[in-house]
Nanobody, 123 residues
Framework: VQLVESGGGSVQAGGSLRLSCKASGYIGSSYCMGWFRQAPGMAREGVAAVEADGSTVYADSVKGRFTVSKDNAVNTLFLEMKSLKPEDTAMYYC???????????????????WGQGTQVTVS
């Protein structure tokens, strides 16, 4: 499984960005996928995830501003980010795991598959 993120960039506070994560290789319907972020000097944290049953989970800090979705037809995970704040600045990573239920794509220590990351900078 390979994951490739895209869509990062620099925006002003209040702006929007849409991140994409294209998965290649086998991503079965039993897999979960999620987004993480890591700011300089900070621990990696879960941002949002889609479980295998389609349910979603969000960090409190992004609820109401970010929307995670998955297009199974093209094996792509999205993160729509609105009302961006400077504290959203971080490297954003996509992750996936075959354990599709139970938060495995929301807790940083669990996912087996990771992308290389895409930088989001909010000024």
């Amino acid at each position: 499984v390979q994951l490739v993120e895209s869509g990062g960039g620099s925006v002003q506070a209040g702006g929007s960005l849409r991140l994409s994560c294209k998965a290649s290789g086998y991503i079965g319907s039993s897999y979960c996928m999620g987004w993480f972020r890591q700011a300089p000097g900070m621990a990696r944290e879960g941002v949002a995830a889609v479980e295998a049953d389609g349910s979603t989970v969000y960090a409190d800090s992004v609820k109401g501003r970010f929307t995670v979705s998955k297009d199974n037809a093209v094996n792509t995970l999205f993160l729509e980010m609105k009302s961006l704040k400077p504290e959203d600045t971080a490297m954003y990573y996509c992750a996936a795991d075959s354990k599709g239920i139970g938060g495995y794509c929301y807790i940083p220590s669990y996912p087996n598959y990771w992308g290389q990351g895409t930088q989001v900078t909010v000024s």
